[in-house]
């Protein structure tokens, strides 16, 4: 249940109250709210005179429930926005790991020469195996943060567990949680006490349920900067990497009020399915796109079959021009 | 391997060599082709000089594979006509199931208003349960018939099993293989006796290599026609009813040469998400799509949820006008 | 609902009440039953004074349902019978498919020698690909009445579709309803009105609520004899050939009366896990197991890798024979 | 690749081989080994003259594998052993949560009235919702150290994510990666430090080959002490909350030379499952079961549906004891 707590309740009674009732205390354009879990169904007593507003619900999905908030929550990137009533669809593009500063430069200028304005690359990868390369680490993230300085751009990059998220906070414009650490508490626990936005991409294995539950852990802790990412989950069919669930991001956009960025490069695996795939999610009427591009896929220290060179990103940011226009939205 | 003979090889010794080498016999354009297991790699020694070329495969998917035949086959509806180079993305429309005539007229009036050419409508219904309604069998096709003659409209029914394909072959004009009778060789191997158009439907547990198999059971046996449809896949979701496999998708444009037309009503299970998933397949560049629309969604025999009513399904066909025309498509 | 009729009520009303309520009518021990779908929640006020006991369901598993029949039933083959209170588990082998008369007639001998009772061996094969070996048909299904003319076997084979389910009927023990068939009404429909045993296997991608579904097809048409077949669904795991699913089968130890076979050759695909997956499944306290063997797997014509040699099926009864003695099981 | 020095190597060359080449340095029974990722085919000319023997590997499952060392491993867990050729199969059981002291002080006296050595027990739980309960932390840590103390008993708790490994390092017996924190390189790399056994469960997304994977990581690491856990996978079957993959199971036997616990409360998710799938477990010839147990389960904090009461939990070593015995293993 989430209680809106009357302008008179003094921010110290807030608190008493968070705390003999065991529920999450925020405070959102003003207004302080008690969020308790989704058993409770009716105001405590005690709290009947003090409360403006409450609203019960069936599961846990509370504040990202449109139930909730109605409109799309509008999160700020630099000097760029997505959602609300913007109708912005970011185009994120870079390679799948940083490899050199050279490597990372020629994307940093690719996408200033694209008008682009957010630029990812993995730093710290969540490989499978312990033979497989592991990322620059935080070279890797000075090298992003390098290219921020010096260009002007956005950088986002994957918290891969909680022993460098402090790194990553303070590196970055945007932290990006895992797939595969999407359940990892103290990585969603320490977005939750910054302000940054924050990118969960949903785990292969997980439901649509669970993926809006860890963007609640940051909700509820205090920071409103949330964006869901869908990248493809695990099902029988191995054509494909993934299978990307648009399904499911019908059903996000129907019940949730948060931002959702797409990420077909992993979903599908090969460069060829990029193009179409972006092409239907940006038709959808999304708000951003993560796609992976390297100057020479051939030759990538990660993911060679699904980056796109640089070509084929030019072209796809015109392709993709064409479709957003005739979903009345605009690629930035 | 598919075997194509020499235009001097006479009609009689063509069947002699088909039986001997255990190969499919059927002929394209005029020409001749045998086709064996993708096991066979060298030309058997008899047929050498016969040969004037060949196919070597990796996998069972032969006739349909873009190896075999690059340009997409071009498939005719009556009198419209999908892929090849017309750029035709179809709306096929129509209820669930036929329930009454009046049902049916109603839905063949709206599509003749919109422009349409193509109706659907189930008669032979698969449910899962004996306790369901089971469909209006003959009754059904018969209507359906009925409005073919009157309005002039082309229709499409599924075959649920064998017991009833001649009747499906005689009654419509696109015979429809549904997800759970997919692999019924009753059916395919009905269908590939005849020349008219089959859609096959995925089966919701199968592979896409296997689903294009069912296809070259079709194609194997001389019909050229076979449209492939992909309508959601079995996964642990349950958010939605299932996932439409749209990575599947452009594997199968990467992969085959066969029109591909997309069933997002069934695929999504619910009415709000139909709009946002056809735009994506239509983004696509995709050859068609089955949508299921109803006057009244909530008396529907079945599939309540999914259906639009004529409003969103007109609404629906402006939507995807935009999407199609900017990807150098035109819904017909 | 299911709907005991009073032992006054005649035949003739009872099948007047059935047409009118859209009901099946089926009698069962002497006593006569309506079923309805689950969706009918009261009697009808007709039937009111007619009734002397009736089953409400929350879905349409109802004439499978231990609550409508809490013991499991029994059901005999030839003159063995699974089920009930027999405790008896049966161990039934033999090829994948059958490919001539040696090769079969070395399983029956196999089978004789073991004191086993019932052999396998397919004759219509579900194969994916039109360019693999499809079974002998017909001339299958004659060499398998032959041996159960010469060595007193019981034997089963499995309908592909419903073009030759009379064949199968005529020639076989029991009828196996395979797991790409499953929902194939014709076949359901032609298995209701025979006393044979039916054994339905589950689809890959089926639920079990779906496939106690199909098994209630069987029984509301008359058709007592149904066994339950896991074989394996269909996951992101391609390690193994499917997943076997023993959760499923504690549910539907749960919530059906039905006996359970299940089939350990499919689900692993590999000789190598037949043997300690078949000792699972015994653990379980269940019906019967289906298990491939071939007198040279190597060269057979279909599932090389899953059959087991002559050796290993021998070393596999004396397993299991151990097993089932400690939950209280006798294999035969 | 895994190349074995020459016992002549001295332990700096060793060191300065592995930083050259890019590969692990791990000592093992005495000797000393280099290990590469497995895109390393050939022995590097400069260590061909200092190397003894080598394995080539087309998959990173090195360390874990058959094909490195036949024979399983023995793990010492406390003052019993399992794997090797003990033969032994351990039961561990407890509460899904540490929930106050005398709930698990109740827990720890049933486990030594019943002759077990190993106490289960989570503290940091792992929710997917922010409003769930989160478990007692560092307090149930201490609780559980206590119990340790009091009664001798071996105890193992679940690491949620990096941030308190070391926690649960100094306070456990065995280290649990839980399901959702199995790809944490955080926690692998933690536990690869140190001798402790570590108990790896599989993700419900995860398959196979990962999951072996993030054994390699403590493996290769320096710490030879682990054991997997099978604890249900996640498939499109909601009757069931997990599907327990038993051919997984067999696919580990065949291929690791881990040991394997098995997890089947967690896979079925109901308590009435768990005695027929432990049975199950079992017959495969396993090293381990985890069992829920709760002194109340209907007041359980959480999963409350899948906990045996004591009495069911009694039953169950008594009915494993048997099956155990039928396969020549013996449940301690």
Chains 1, 2, 3, 4 share one sequence.
């Not at 003003?30 to 019960?56: A, D, R």
């Not at 990202?64 to 999160?75: P, T």
């Not at 430069?105 to 312990?130: D, N």
């Not at 591009?293 to 015109?318: G, M």
Request: charged share 20%.
């Amino acid at each position: 249940m989430i209680i809106e707590l009357k302008s008179t309740v003094s921010a110290n009674d807030c608190a008493t109250f968070a705390e003999k009732h065991k529920a999450f205390h925020i405070t959102y354009e003003g207004k302080n709210y008690l969020i308790t879990g989704s058993g409770v169904k009716e105001i405590p007593t005690e709290l009947e005179t003090n409360t403006s507003e409450h609203w019960v619900f069936a599961n846990d999905i509370q504040l990202a429930s449109k139930r909730f908030r109605s409109e799309k929550r509008e999160v700020k990137i630099g000097n760029v926005s997505i959602g609300g009533n913007t109708k912005n669809t970011i185009l994120i593009g870079g390679p799948c790991s940083v490899e050199s500063e050279e490597q990372i430069r020629s994307s940093a200028e690719l996408l200033v020469g694209m008008g682009l304005s957010t630029l990812r690359g993995g730093c710290y990868k969540p490989r499978t195996s312990p033979y497989s390369f592991q990322g620059l680490g935080l070279e890797g993230l000075q090298l992003l943060a390098k290219m921020r300085t010096e260009y002007g751009l956005n950088v986002i990059t994957e918290a891969r567990d909680a022993t460098h998220i402090d790194e990553i906070i303070e590196h970055t414009d945007i932290i990006q949680v895992g797939a595969k650490a999407m359940y990892d508490q103290g990585i969603l626990r320490a977005c939750a006490k910054i302000k940054k936005p924050v990118l969960i991409k949903r785990g292969f294995g997980t439901t649509l349920q669970e993926f809006v539950q860890a963007a609640e852990f940051v909700l509820a802790g205090g920071n409103e900067n949330v964006i869901l990412c869908e990248r493809g989950i695990r099902t029988f069919e191995t054509g494909t990497r993934f299978t990307l669930d648009l399904c499911g991001v019908a059903w996000l956009q129907e019940h949730t009020n948060l931002p959702i960025v797409l990420d077909p490069s992993h979903a599908m695996g090969y460069a060829y399915g990029v193009n179409p795939l972006a092409r239907a999610c940006v038709a959808m009427g999304i708000d951003g796109l993560l796609i992976e591009a390297h100057p020479n896929p051939k030759v990538a220290k990660s993911d060679a079959s699904q980056q796109l060179n640089y070509e084929e990103f030019k072209q796809l940011q015109k392709d993709l021009q064409a479709v957003a226009a005739s979903v009345g939205y605009k690629m930035i």
